[in-house]
């Protein structure tokens, strides 16, 4: 079989005023005069007896307008909407701006009484735009109805159409299964121009498959059909068809004769286009003349008018300079509200930063001063050569300094992430290494307190994140987790992973947990500080608002699950990927 060289352009599409307004039935009532009749029906009176003229007339410009009048100037019921909406999209159609008309259609409601039509409508813009998919979507709704549910429109059109679909989305299976039904309902009925378009849809389904056997005869029995029809567009398209086939079977000759007889029959589509053209101008040129006139008239209006206008331009300047001193207020108004606002806002944070000095200052010199006292008793012990008891003391240091520069810490990073002076970048992390060397320097504090900790989060377990701001989340809630579990506990840190765009980072312990007061607190997203509720154990709370600002920076989020007296479980849910990066895992 040759290559073949040229995509054959015989695939037809139904276009919308054949499917709509063909008229093989006699007894079928005619499409115009049914639906300019139900226009005059309308409740809404203004405009309709024009709307019905110009589409009968197939006026589009004019129901353009009228329309967009009607929709403007009062306010209409569902149904009238819904045939000014069909007018329009009808409208815009026979323009060819295909993607109004689809838009106006779309307006239209399942209670509009010709809604089925509608959809056959919408099903032709489509498909005429090359949209295939939404076009089969369409055609596939209204495959079952009957002729009159959809106001004369042929179902077998509706089918030829379906089977046009498959062909141009290669489903070629069905394609032949609907074109061939087609072909059989056209036979019965002996439209010429329908069988030669049924034909060379046939042709070109055969003959994309390379099926050249099947496909050739039927592109030579749809040429032989057009030449005893009045159809030019039919005689083009076949003679285009079997230029290019002959052209493929390297037949040059026949080929030749074929494609001067396809530009004979396109220059005689283009001269009927010419005369249809100059038919119009003229139509324009009369029109312009009946403007003139009622422009002539306008004029004497206008000065009948002038003396009328220069009272109502004087009133205008009054409600104007009313409405500019309106506004002018209004905006006033409005900057004191920003203004209050932006003092209330002040306010709140003074009060932070004064909550966050005193409970800081607090907090160091109770650190202090138990270091001091703990000093003075390690002191005592080495004088009274009490070593037994030395080891104990020294933990207890420890775990004093260690509390004063965690919390001197997280002052450092808090007041760096109020400044903007933090140094950020966000990588590809693996997580089950970065909380291994967080949970190391925990490992005195956890055996002091009697803990246990256990991570199970697997090697290859993978997050993006900024590396140092995930340690400083990862050290608060440990620390949390650790001051609020009593000895003999345990803290879990696992993930969980069935999320494709997040990983759940899960820090357990079996502490004293929360009530849903405190949980809800907790989360909320707030500049202040957290209420001092234990005096020995919740502190400023500045570690806590510390993760909530970290996770935020880091494309995540925070959530808690707690039970008083039973433990808290803290959820980080961290992005498994980039944010302009494809979802590498998708839902299973």
């Known amino acids: 079989m040759s290559f073949k ?17 063909s008229q093989n039935n006699s007894k079928a009532p005619n499409f115009k ?123 077998a059109k509706v089918k030829d159409n379906i089977g046009v679909c498959h062909l141009h989305l290669e489903n070629y299976e069905e394609a032949e299964r609907y074109l061939t039904e087609s072909l059989k309902y056209i036979r019965k009925l002996n439209d010429i121009v329908r069988l030669v378009t049924a034909y060379g849809n046939l042709a070109n389904l055969n003959y994309v498959q390379y099926k050249d056997d099947k496909a050739i005869p039927l592109f030579q029995k749809a040429y032989k059909l057009a030449i005893t029809t009045d159809d030019f567009i039919s005689k083009q398209n076949t003679a285009l068809n079997m230029a290019i086939v002959e052209e493929n079977r390297k037949d040059l000759a026949k080929a030749l004769v074929y494609r001067k007889e396809y530009e004979k029959w396109r220059d005689s589509i283009n001269n009927q286009n010419k005369i249809y053209a100059t038919v119009e101008a003229e139509k324009k040129i009369a029109v312009e003349k009946e403007q003139k006139q009622v422009a002539i008239f306008k004029a004497d209006n206008k000065v009948k008018t002038a003396q ?48 966050l000095f005193s409970i800081v200052s607090h907090d160091l010199r109770s650190s202090v001063n138990a270091i001091k006292t703990s000093n003075k008793k390690l002191l005592n012990k080495l004088e009274t050569k009490k070593l037994d008891e030395v080891d104990g003391l020294l933990q207890n240091n420890s775990a004093i300094v260690n509390g004063a520069y965690n919390l001197l810490d997280n002052l450092l990073n808090w007041a760096l992430l109020q400044t903007k002076q933090t140094h950020f970048e966000i990588t590809k992390l693996r997580l089950a290494s970065i909380v291994d060397h967080v949970t190391y320097n925990y490992k005195a504090m956890l055996a002091d307190k009697e803990l246990s900790l256990e991570n199970t989060i697997s090697k290859k377990e993978l997050v993006y994140a900024d590396q140092e701001s995930l340690k400083i ?39 004293i947990g929360m009530n849903e007061a405190t949980r809800v607190e907790v989360l909320k997203d707030t500049t202040l500080l957290a209420k001092k509720q234990h005096e020995n154990i919740i502190g400023t709370g500045l570690g806590m608002q510390l993760c909530k600002s970290m996770i935020k920076k880091n494309n995540g989020s925070l959530s808690i699950e707690s039970e008083l007296g039973k433990g808290t479980k803290m959820i980080i849910s961290l992005p498994k990927n980039l944010p302009n990066e494809p979802n590498k895992h998708p839902h299973s």
């Open 5 to 21: 060289t040229n995509c054959l352009p015989y695939i037809q599409i139904l276009i919308f005023p054949v499917l709509l307004f």
């Open 33 to 155: 005069k049914v639906i300019s009749e139900h226009i005059l029906q309308l409740e809404n009176p203004k405009y309709v007896s024009k709307i019905s003229a110009f589409f009968i007339n197939e006026q589009p410009d004019s129901i353009l307008v009228y329309t967009t009048k009607a929709f403007n100037n009062s306010t209409l019921d569902a149904q009238t909407s819904d045939f000014y909406n069909f007018l329009r999209g009808f409208s815009f159609y026979k323009k060819r701006i295909l993607h109004k008309a689809e838009e106006e259609l779309l307006k239209v409601s399942k209670d509009f009484t010709y809604y089925h039509t509608a959809i056959a409508f919408l099903g032709t813009v489509t498909l005429e735009s090359s949209q295939f998919k939404k076009a089969l979507n369409y055609f596939k709704q209204i495959e079952n109805f009957s002729k009159s549910e959809l106001l004369t429109i042929e179902p």
């Open 308 to 355: 009328r206008n220069t009272y109502l331009y004087s009133a205008i300047i009054l409600l104007l300079m009313l409405g500019v001193s309106a506004y002018l207020y209004r905006e006033k108004v409005k900057r004191n509200k920003i203004i209050n606002a932006q003092k209330e806002d002040l306010d709140e944070l003074n009060a932070t930063k004064d909550k």
């Open 473 to 511: 989340i990862l050290r608060n809630l440990i620390d949390n987790a650790i001051k609020f579990t009593n000895s003999g506990g345990k803290i879990t840190i696992y993930t969980e992973s069935d999320d494709a765009e997040f990983c759940h980072l899960i820090v357990e312990d079996t502490g």
